[in-house]
């Protein structure tokens, strides 16, 4: 049993005592240091013994001091002279005595063993935390510097739809989760969604961080995969062409996405040539890594590694590069994002565009649509072909078209009834959005027969599209 010393007088005295008596751990007891009567509840429980007396007076304090050996003490009183009295009284006696001390004064006396709680600026807290757009952080837990916080998704976040498995989260963590009033197990193939409100736990300076990713919704992608752009070559099995054309749009790339690494990882080095000519290339630029792998590491394992190593947030490969069965199958297995370069120039593309297909997909994938066009300042292109006039369709296309008013981005849609993949072969200058799926990358005979726009667009080598990682 731990026995504590209280020492107490006024109004947040007197509520403290309540509160503690209500609560009331039976494993501790209490020496309760008191003035005034009206702080003393009609309930004392056996656990708690009253000495009243002003606690100022070094010599009765003592009695109580010797009395028993206290595992820790507490000063709440409502005025700074007698507060700094009795933290002197008591550390001039016991010297490694740990010491709580209320205080709405700015107290001079600095001891490792005596922890202030400043009533006022947590007052201070508790109104701010009110108000829209604010971190709420938890007060007195840990090491109370706000190494937890509460976060409330917001609608069009660049974090919604995603399933928390696929969060980069470093130096932090996802611990609880809480939708329509009820905690709801954590697991990696969970989805956040719109209006739910996450426990997070890490270092304070990385969850404000994590805060502004999360609230202000949109241009970090590709957050919350990953932060930096990822190119891995293979100079023995690629051509010199789609060697180039990868890592000309990937530093286009990089270009447009806000304050990115690029990493090009460079595997089988058969010629220098081809080396000197990717320096060259991106020479004139910061944050460019270039690394260069000599002692030919099995493709699984390097970019198992990088992934993780370099925080990376997507991959830049080609749809050539990708019909290498054994590639395609490493690269989809990393679950980012992929930048799958088609023939059409980069720097031409004027509109992000979705077909849309299956709604679960295209309701997780659809903000990062948004992100990706307020980065890139492209318009937003809908095709929808909703022949059976699906209701959950008409709805996706709703949220996207206040999407598109919230935050500013011009937005068309085209709805027909017509062949949604001769409707996308009319287009021009655009970057495709798709769901990730492996089914893309499984063997196919035929698409003669088959209705999948999903599939058949990523069979599309002409268009430059980034493939999202989804739920499947």
């Known amino acids: 049993m731990k026995n504590i010393l209280l020492i107490l007088d006024g109004l947040v005295a007197k509520n403290f005592l309540s509160r503690l008596i209500e609560v009331n751990p039976a494993n501790n007891s209490y020496d309760v240091v008191y003035m005034n009567d009206y702080i003393v509840p009609d309930i004392q429980p056996s656990n708690f013994i009253f000495y009243k007396f002003d606690p100022t007076s070094a010599s009765k304090l003592r009695i109580v001091l010797d009395k028993e050996l206290h595992y820790n003490g507490m000063v709440i009183l409502d005025n700074k002279a007698d507060t700094v009295s009795v933290i002197n009284n008591i550390m001039s006696y016991k010297h490694n005595f740990s010491l709580t001390v209320y205080s709405n004064w700015n107290i001079d006396i600095q001891d490792d063993k005596i922890q202030y709680y400043k009533g006022n600026e947590i007052l201070a807290n508790g109104l701010l935390e009110k108000l829209p757009d604010v971190p709420v952080l938890a007060q007195n837990v840990g090491l109370k510097q706000g190494e937890i916080m509460e976060i409330q998704i917001p609608f069009g976040s660049s974090y919604a739809y995603r399933y ?226 699906d209701e959950n369709r008409d709805q996706l296309v709703d949220n996207l078209e206040n999407l598109a008013k919230i935050f500013g981005v011009d937005f068309i849609i085209n709805t027909n009834t017509h062949n949604p993949i001769k409707e996308l072969q009319k287009e021009k200058n655009i970057l495709q959005i798709l769901p990730l799926k492996h089914n893309f990358i499984q063997k196919r005979w035929s698409s003669f027969l088959n209705t999948n726009s999903d599939l058949l667009s990523y069979d599309l080598e002409q268009y430059n599209q980034i493939l999202i990682p989804i739920v499947e």
């Not at 932060?227 to 690629?238: P, S």
């Not at 286009?252 to 990115?260: A, G, T």
């Not at 059409?344 to 297909?357: D, M, Q």
Request: aromatic fraction near 12%; glycine fraction near 4%.
């Open 164 to 389: 928390i498995g696929a969060i980069a989260q470093k130096d932090w963590k996802i611990f609880a989760l809480y939708r329509n009033n009820s905690l709801v197990n954590i697991r990696p193939s969970l989805i956040l969604k719109p209006n739910d409100i996450i426990l997070i736990i890490g270092k304070p300076k990385v969850l404000l961080q994590v805060y502004g990713a999360i609230t202000r919704t949109l241009g970090h992608f590709p957050m919350p995969f990953g932060n930096n752009i990822y190119i891995y070559l293979n100079l023995a099995l690629q051509s010199e062409s789609d060697i180039l054309n990868i890592v000309n749009k990937g530093l286009f790339l990089y270009k447009k996405l806000k304050n990115k690494k690029l990493i090009i990882k460079i595997t089988q080095p058969s010629t220098i040539y081809m080396i000197d000519q990717i320096k060259q290339i991106v020479s004139n630029f910061e944050n460019i890594i270039i690394e260069i792998d000599y002692y030919f590491k099995d493709m699984q394992d390097i970019v198992k590694s990088d992934k993780k190593r370099f925080d990376v947030g997507i991959v830049v490969t080609s749809a050539k590069f990708l019909q290498i069965s054994k590639v395609a199958k490493n690269i989809f297995d990393m679950e980012l994002p992929i930048f799958k370069c088609g023939y059409e120039a980069i720097e031409t593309i004027k509109y992000s565009l979705e077909l849309l297909y299956d709604i679960s997909d295209y309701t997780q994938i659809s903000p990062m649509l948004f992100d990706i066009s307020i980065q890139w300042n492209l318009k937003v292109k809908i095709i929808n072909s909703n022949p059976l006039e």
